[in-house]
């Protein structure tokens, strides 16, 4: 009898499951990727395709953003709860144990208590107010069990919405790549010289080298009077949705510096201009890959480099906001990534990288006292 009650105290004082909020996540993402589903449908027939569609792809990567979020905080919970129904087992198998032996056919000596009826009724009593509680923990426990199973379903359900939305922002990012291709509405500032942008590049063998030639490839300069930045100057948005993963000066493995720093994108992630600028330069530069580089102000220039696709042409007038490009690579289509319970803050699937840098009269700068750094990228 003492056995019992003091498997049934255990038992109440075990901790009761909080209130899941995971699902609530997932389905605030749910409602984003049905909104930029919309939006592309309606891009298609938009007067301003190239800003309804670059709205249109930021409106899917937050939204599979979220996504990713919700499901890894409702498949950490379900593994919470699983691990607190096991973790009750072996307490509820004694609990069952200890209630078998007290059966109608044995002696009815069995039920006495050993100090007598008063130990009996005391015994008793306790018993019967415990019952109430047992049933009460039993209750929670049925509901931590239907908990784990609505989360479960929950993860199936938003995981097709996730393949459906990855099929989606692909969808999205062709049709921007050709309204980009197609776009003939930018003003140019300048025409590039071939002739002198390949000698700049054969002859530059640093970054710092061609900056500063830069003013030599551009013939034709009618000139540009960009809007005052100052202002904006620490508030920049950053030109990708990513990490930090090396700031200005820290050194990568080979223990090489570099004054810009390093973003850790997503695969095909969009790549937007953080301000209105002069595009100086887009092409292939050195070892870094396809660059672009903006001029938002004289003596300024925002190097950007790695990106899959560039848009755009040397000496083009462009606004904030305008698509510079994506990151390469292809998203994962079957979601399957989306459903890992390891942490959006060690990059992990941010498997790009998009190196920034900013320049004021060829004197690097920190960029991230220009930028806005949102540590949950």
């Known amino acids: 009898m003492r056995r019992l009650v003091v498997l049934a105290v255990c038992l109440l004082a075990a901790p009761v499951s909080a209130q899941d909020e995971a699902g609530d996540l997932a389905r605030a993402a749910g409602k984003l990727l049905e909104t930029a589903s919309v939006q592309l449908d309606e891009a298609t027939s938009a007067r301003d395709r190239v800003r309804a569609l670059t709205q249109t792809v930021q409106a899917y990567e937050a939204g599979l953003s979220a996504m990713?979020?919700?499901?890894?905080?409702?498949?950490?919970r379900e593994a919470q709860l699983r691990g607190q129904l096991e973790s009750r087992d072996a307490e509820i198998a004694q609990l069952l144990a200890v209630l078998q032996t007290l059966t109608p056919g044995q002696a009815p000596t069995a039920f006495l208590h050993p100090d007598g009826p008063n130990g009996t009724a005391r015994a008793g009593m306790l018993l019967a107010e415990l019952t109430p509680a047992l049933n009460q923990?039993?209750?929670?426990?049925?509901?931590?069990?239907?908990?784990?199973?609505?989360?479960r379903l929950l993860q199936q359900q938003a995981a097709e919405q996730l393949q459906l939305g990855?099929?989606?922002?692909q969808?999205?990012?062709?049709?921007l790549n050709q309204a980009m291709a197609n776009r003939t509405d930018l003003p140019q500032r300048f025409t590039q010289d071939p002739v002198r942008t390949a000698i700049l590049?054969?002859?530059?063998?640093?970054?710092?080298?061609?900056?500063?030639?830069?003013?030599?490839?551009?013939?034709?300069?009618?000139?540009?009077?960009?809007?005052?930045?100052?202002?904006?100057?620490?508030?920049?948005?950053?030109?990708?949705?990513?990490?930090v993963l090396r700031s200005a000066g820290e050194p990568d493995a080979a223990g090489v510096t570099r004054p810009g720093i390093l973003l850790a994108t997503?695969?095909?992630a969009l790549v937007t201009a953080p301000t209105a600028a002069t595009l100086r330069y887009v092409g292939p530069l050195l070892d870094f890959g396809s660059v672009t580089i903006l001029e938002p102000r004289p003596g300024t220039l925002i190097v950007l480099a790695?990106?899959?696709?560039?848009?755009?042409?040397?000496?083009?007038?462009?606004?904030?906001?305008?698509p510079l490009g994506l990151m390469s690579g292809l998203p994962g289509q079957d979601g399957a990534d989306a459903l890992s319970t390891r942490g959006e803050g060690g990059g992990a699937d941010r498997s790009e990288t998009l190196y920034i840098e900013v320049r004021q009269d060829d004197v690097p700068l920190d960029p991230q006292t220009w930028f806005s750094i949102d540590k949950d990228g």
């Open 266 to 268: 997503r695969p095909g």
């Open 201 to 243: 590049i054969d002859s530059s063998e640093t970054l710092d080298a061609f900056s500063s030639g830069l003013t030599e490839i551009a013939a034709d300069d009618v000139g540009w009077s960009p809007p005052d930045i100052d202002d904006q100057i620490g508030s920049l948005p950053l030109p990708v949705r990513g990490l």
């Open 171 to 175: 969808s999205a990012r062709a049709a």
């Open 306 to 322: 790695g990106m899959g696709v560039s848009y755009g042409e040397a000496g083009q007038i462009i606004a904030a906001g305008t």
């Open 137 to 151: 923990r039993a209750e929670r426990l049925r509901r931590d069990l239907s908990d784990v199973e609505g989360l």
């Open 68 to 76: 990713r979020a919700g499901l890894r905080r409702a498949a950490i």
């Open 166 to 169: 990855l099929s989606d922002v």
